[in-house]
């Protein structure tokens, strides 16, 4: 089969673990993409802190996938091609639920992360995002208008039993977890599958096409998705029988196995 679309998550896939991307993946993804593949990033990240990356790669003719699914940027034109946000009304129920079940909850309004609270989780997001942390006394108040997912924060093991409480509590929106301790939340029927699929037809590229590559439960989506759906070593052990391939971790150039072993072969 002759790939024409790769489609890789960042943290904790392209990128190692101290969020740089490897010399070996950059050398493997820039021979890929002058074999003609259309590289595209697709990240839960909110658009912003993805940008350096994409240029880094010289992927600015390039799209990329935002707020896992929620936004796609074609970064050639600096034009948002798709977006679908959260109602205001669907943010301040999501509010009142973290409330009941005792987890911090953020949100983005006007380029800033918005809580009401502070955690180590929320200090990690604001580490991946380098994003102003807006900390307000009321986050109902704060949120005013729509936005484009939540993100609701607690210790994992924890979180996860809320997880299959709020997916059977809100079947309207779309949950998944990106880290143990990140419960994302988004419009129904947002995720990296779709935002994948929009772009293959806007590019006349086939599913059987398409390769992606991730490491979490907000990627399994796509993988199921993708003609090859490829996990790297470190992905969440519940996860493992779910694709196609396991390749090398992130922090071991899993990027760069999938590109010698499946683009330029």
């Not at 010289?58 to 935002?66: K, V």
């Not at 880290?179 to 006349?204: C, M, T, W, Y």
């Amino acid at each position: 089969m002759k790939y024409k679309m790769l489609v890789l998550d960042m943290d904790d896939t392209l990128l190692m673990d101290d969020h740089t991307i490897s010399e070996e993946n950059k050398k493997m993804l820039a021979l890929a993409k002058e074999s003609g593949i259309h590289i595209i990033l697709a990240s839960g990240r909110p658009t912003p802190a993805m940008v350096a990356y994409a240029k880094e790669l010289n992927l600015e003719d390039s799209y990329i996938i935002s707020y896992n699914g929620a936004v796609i940027t074609d970064l050639k034109s600096n034009e948002i091609i798709f977006e679908q946000n959260l109602t205001q009304e669907q943010i301040h129920e999501l509010y009142d639920y973290s409330v009941q079940n005792k987890t911090d909850i953020i949100t983005y309004v006007d380029g800033s992360l918005v809580s009401e609270t502070e955690s180590e989780y929320i200090d990690i997001e604001l580490n991946i995002t380098g994003m102003h942390h807006n900390l307000v006394p009321s986050f109902k108040e704060a949120v005013y208008k729509p936005a484009i997912k939540c993100i609701l924060l607690e210790e994992p093991s924890y979180l996860k039993t809320v997880e299959a409480k709020l997916k059977a509590a809100m079947p309207h929106l779309s949950v998944c977890m990106s880290k143990p301790f990140f419960l994302e939340v988004a419009q129904h029927g947002i995720d990296k599958a779709a935002s994948v699929h929009f772009l293959a037809k806007r590019l006349n590229i086939e599913q059987a096409e398409v390769i992606a590559v991730g490491n979490a439960g907000n990627d399994l989506t796509m993988i199921e998705y993708a003609g090859l759906g490829v996990w790297v070593d470190n992905v969440d052990p519940e996860l493992r029988e779910r694709a196609n391939v396991i390749v090398a971790s992130n922090n071991n150039h899993g990027v760069a196995e999938v590109v010698k072993r499946f683009i330029l072969n």
